[in-house]
């Protein structure tokens, strides 16, 4: 069976009674004044809004060219009044049309019910259904991807992508065990601290330990708490009883 691609379902079609200098209403444009007729393949009235003074003068969007907007694909009333594509989508749009009419309904079942769709649609089925042959295909693409920079431009695009995204605790989750099993960590959290670098608190001021390592005051003084030092800030207690402030000697 052949595909009619350019089927009109709800025909025949056919342009109002009008002469040249006629007012009309468009649906889109309002109140134009037709100036012209098309040579497509209905020809059909063009016209120019009543407080337009030059440029192109447009198909006037009413009577049958509107119902069959409403109605038919696409394909088909691009093809019979001889325009664009997109100027059809605009139109759906004015109009509030769904993005699938009845006529682009019919096109799709005509083209389903092709041997070309059933053999495709049959290997889409068999290999959706086949899960050994889709965890090869997933690990051979990511095989020919391991190790290889990625584009500048992929790279931001992916960044505008998840700008703004909050993600889940599963995927924070997934993501720090990666940065784990490959021994990196995720660069908003920084250079990490060294062996070396926590040793010298063992002897050195706080203002020792920034001017010796480069760090921030704030980054020494949460990796001095974090180690269990006191940051000679505050009163040590003890039973929740004060004994009074520490020995405020940098060194200590």
Avoid at 127 to 155: H, L
Avoid at 198 to 215: H, K, M, N, P, W
Wanted: glycine share 10%; aromatic share 6%; hydrophobic share 35%.
């Amino acid at each position: 069976m052949t595909v009619d691609r350019f089927k009109l379902i709800a025909g025949p079609y056919a342009p109002p009674l009008f002469e040249l200098g006629d007012v009309v209403t468009d649906e889109l444009r309002g109140d134009v004044r037709i100036t012209a007729i098309s040579d497509g393949r209905i020809q059909w009235p063009k016209g120019r809004r009543l407080d337009q003074t030059g440029g192109h003068a447009g198909l006037v969007l009413f009577a049958d060219l509107a119902r069959a907007v409403r109605t038919e694909s696409n394909l088909a009333v691009c093809h019979w009044w001889g325009i664009t594509g997109q100027t059809v989508t605009k139109w759906r749009r004015a109009l509030g049309v769904d993005h699938t009419t009845a006529g682009t309904q019919s096109l799709r079942q005509q083209h389903g019910a092709q041997e070309w769709f059933q053999a495709a649609r049959g290997k889409a089925h068999e290999k959706s259904r086949n899960a050994d042959a889709d965890q090869s295909r997933r690990e051979k693409i990511a095989e020919a991807k391991r190790g290889k920079k990625r584009p500048a431009s992929v790279v931001e695009a992916l960044r505008k992508a998840n700008l703004g995204k909050t993600l889940s605790a599963e995927t924070r989750a997934k993501i720090g065990k990666a940065h784990r099993n490959l021994g990196t960590i995720p660069p908003a959290a920084g250079v990490p601290w060294s062996g070396e670098e926590d040793a010298l608190f063992q002897t050195l001021s706080i203002a020792e330990v920034v001017e010796r390592t480069g760090r921030t005051l704030v980054a020494v003084r949460m990796r001095r708490r974090k180690l269990g030092y006191p940051d000679g800030r505050r009163r040590a207690t003890t039973g929740g009883s004060e004994l009074g402030f520490q020995n405020r000697n940098p060194r200590q």
